[in-house]
């Protein structure tokens, strides 16, 4: 099983700020997607294929990585993108496997 | 448009069986496969497993001896039942669609389910 272990757990970010949040994979991947869920909603696609965004989510966001290294990349912290963000393999599967997620928080 | 919608009992007792519906429109279970996912309330997510498109099932190797996932697909309903439920499969459950490779891309409100004891 692949294990993805995202990094840090835990930050927060003032409005214009760069982020980027980290995801590494046990063994190499193709692919990874990201998803993004707020409190009490459920998770939505965000990135998928390592670097394409989902329907919807403002081009602020980019993806990128390969092998084992993956990261997500917000240009400019906005208010609405504090939310917990969660990498998913889906090149080896099943079984389908998430990393413990990263909550970005507004500084 | 896509939808999916969980629905089932909110309040499970401890050793009893879990038995969830998962209602989907906007698609065809014979097109997509529809995977299980759950997230205890506070902690991340957990893959359970999933019904391929060919009526195939794959499950969560931790949770393969307590859980089956099958379809109805002249009601476009996939149904999860999973046995012996204790304290800790207090979570919220989720269908999503998934399409290769491996995205999850439409996602089901969710349900909470409570184990009590």
């Known amino acids: 099983e692949i294990v993805l272990t995202q990094s840090p757990t835990t930050m927060a970010a003032s409005p214009g700020e760069k982020v980027t949040l980290s995801c590494r994979a046990s063994?190499?991947?193709?692919?990874m997607h990201w998803y993004h869920q707020r409190s009490g909603t459920s998770p939505k696609l965000w990135i998928y294929?390592?670097?394409k965004l989902a329907s919807g989510v403002p081009n602020r966001f980019s993806g990128s990585g390969s092998g084992t290294s993956f990261s997500l990349t917000i240009n400019s912290m906005e208010t609405e993108d504090a939310a917990t963000y969660y990498c998913?393999?889906?090149?080896?599967?099943?079984?389908?496997?998430f990393g413990a997620g990263t909550t970005l928080e507004l500084k | 448009q896509v939808q999916l919608k969980e629905s089932g009992p909110v309040l499970v007792q401890a050793s009893e069986t879990l038995s969830l519906t998962c209602a989907v429109s906007?698609?065809?279970?014979?097109?997509?496969?529809v995977f299980w996912v759950r997230q205890p309330p506070g902690k991340g997510l957990e893959w359970m497993g999933i019904?391929?498109?060919?009526?195939?099932?794959d499950y969560n190797l931790a949770l393969k001896s307590r859980l089956s996932i099958n379809r109805d697909t002249s009601k476009n309903q996939v149904f999860l039942k999973m046995n012996s439920l204790q304290a800790d499969d207090t979570a919220f459950y989720y269908c999503?669609?998934?399409?290769?490779?491996?995205?999850?891309?439409?996602w089901g409100q969710g349900v909470m389910v409570t184990v009590s004891s």
């Open positions: 906007g698609f065809s279970l014979t097109d997509y496969g």
């Open positions: 063994s190499s991947l193709r692919y």
């Open positions: 019904i391929w498109r060919n009526g195939n099932t």
């Open positions: 998913q393999q889906g090149s080896n599967y099943p079984p389908i496997t």
């Open positions: 999503t669609r998934g399409v290769y490779p491996g995205i999850l891309d439409y």
């Open positions: 294929e390592t670097s």
